[in-house]
């Protein structure tokens, strides 16, 4: 009887482990979404100490960490009012007309759109359809802002990623903020 009893405890044991099991596998399922992107800035800086030009060069990351395809992927730069930034960035313009056909699009391409008459607002969307697969990213990477640091300034950048299922859009979850003035030099005297 007493290996019966044993017998018992191990089943017992190992039923309890499949049901602990099971409950995590619920818990993980339910608590991965189905649409969860993540997006950022990075960035360096290259900063004039006489108050000349500086530069930033930045890119701006998405990562899918849902369960499901992100389709039709395109995101927003919004800039402060007033603010210095010269926006550089490998970017082709839409065409009004629909002609963007007869040029050769190329792997990687992003195209601007929404061209409003807002100078702080810069749109844009990869040129070719794009889907990104849980767990992959998507870059706009390598565009520079400048600015002149002859002046007091005080600027920031916002960052935003729309698609088709979020498309009422997701903020980045950090943002470029840059303040500064140029430095005044002592005289110095003999």
């Given at each position: 009887?007493?290996?019966?009893?044993?017998?018992?405890?191990?089943?017992?044991?190992?039923q309890r482990n499949e049901y602990v099991n099971q409950i995590k596998q619920k818990i993980e399922q339910s608590t991965k979404k189905d649409y969860d992107v993540l997006s950022y800035f990075t960035f360096s800086l290259n900063m004039d100490e006489e108050g000349g030009e500086h530069?930033?060069?930045?890119?701006?990351?998405?990562?899918?960490?849902?369960?499901?395809?992100?389709?039709?992927?395109?995101?927003?730069?919004?800039?402060?009012?007033?603010?210095?930034?010269?926006?550089?960035?490998?970017?082709?313009?839409?065409?009004?007309?629909?002609?963007?056909?007869?040029?050769?699009?190329?792997?990687?391409?992003?195209?601007?759109?929404?061209?409003?008459e807002l100078k702080n607002e810069i749109w844009l969307k990869p040129s070719q359809a794009i889907t990104i697969q849980p767990g992959e990213q998507l870059s706009f990477p390598n565009f520079q802002l400048k600015w002149q640091g002859d002046l007091p300034y005080q600027a920031t950048m916002l960052?935003?990623?729309?698609?088709?299922?979020?498309?009422?859009?997701?903020?980045?979850?950090?943002?470029?903020?840059?303040?500064?003035s140029k430095a005044k030099k002592e005289e110095q005297h003999d």
């Open positions: 009887m007493k290996a019966s009893a044993v017998e018992r405890v191990h089943d017992w044991r190992q530069l930033a060069l930045c890119s701006y990351l998405i990562v899918n960490f849902g369960s499901q395809p992100i389709t039709g992927p395109y995101i927003c730069f919004k800039f402060s009012d007033e603010h210095p930034f010269e926006f550089f960035g490998k970017y082709v313009n839409s065409d009004s007309n629909g002609n963007n056909e007869v040029r050769r699009q190329t792997q990687g391409e992003w195209e601007r759109i929404h061209h409003s960052g935003f990623t729309y698609s088709d299922q979020k498309p009422s859009g997701t903020p980045a979850i950090n943002q470029f903020n840059i303040t500064g």
